[in-house]
């Protein structure tokens, strides 16, 4: 199977994940506007290669790529950021309540223990803080939202292009796990929040992408109910 990407807007592909790189890697996305991207979270480090190629199979220089965004610190999504930052020159963006266990390797709280790994520390350039801050990529916003409750500092991306609402929340589904530092009450809440952003796509870490603002909601409530 050669280099693939899998395009959901114009703007927005996926270019790992189980299929697209290696099978422990959480979905990779890509997003590019005005010129400008940057990737949504790295999977776990074991085909850096392949992401790469995929990225060029769908068109996109990867010097152009400004930042590496990370939804949150677990192995399947930040085990890649070290080798990505350097390989791309990028800067790695999470949130300051995930970034002490990215930056020192924790194999507890980023579950690489469960997939017998190590999770190869990474320098967080940006850390997020606050329940909502806003980043600039080319001309235009991605929100950056916190959504505690699987990690303490997962953050959802959301981005508008060609007029749909774009939400990266890659562990919408959990789990929920002492050893992770999850919080049933805040994961909650953070549900709600997912749901009052009314997005027409989301991207997920494992289960796909869903299209139409009742798809969306329906795959957000599941985890309510
Ligand atoms: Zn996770
Ligand atoms: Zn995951």
Redesign the pocket.
């Given at each position: 199977m050669g280099p693939r990407a899998i395009f959901i807007t114009d703007e927005i592909c996926q270019v790992g994940g189980s299929g697209l790189s290696a099978p422990n890697d959480?979905a990779v996305y890509l997003v590019s506007l005005d010129g400008c991207a940057v990737l949504i979270d790295a999977g776990c480090g074991d085909a850096d290669d392949m992401i790469l190629a995929n990225l060029e199979a769908a068109g996109s220089n990867p010097a152009r790529i400004e930042a590496l965004l990370l939804t949150h610190c677990?192995y399947?999504?930040a085990g890649g950021a070290v080798g990505l930052r350097r390989r791309l020159g990028c800067t790695v963006v999470a949130h300051a309540l995930d970034a002490p266990f990215i930056e020192s390797g924790d194999d507890v709280v980023s579950a690489a223990d469960w997939y017998g790994a190590s999770l190869a520390p990474c320098v967080v350039d940006r850390k997020l803080g606050g329940a909502r801050e806003e980043l600039t990529l080319g001309g235009r916003t991605i929100s950056a939202i916190h959504i505690p409750g699987h990690s303490p500092g997962s953050v959802a991306y959301l981005v508008e292009s060609q007029q749909r609402k774009v939400v990266f929340a890659?562990?919408v589904h959990g789990p929920l796990h002492p050893s992770l530092l999850s919080n049933a009450t805040d994961y909650r809440h953070s549900l709600q929040r997912l749901l009052e952003l009314d997005a027409d796509i989301l991207c997920e870490?494992?289960y796909g992408i869903f299209e139409g603002r009742e798809a969306v909601a329906g795959f957000i409530r599941r985890f309510l109910d």
């Open positions: 959480a677990h399947d999504h890659q562990d870490g494992h």
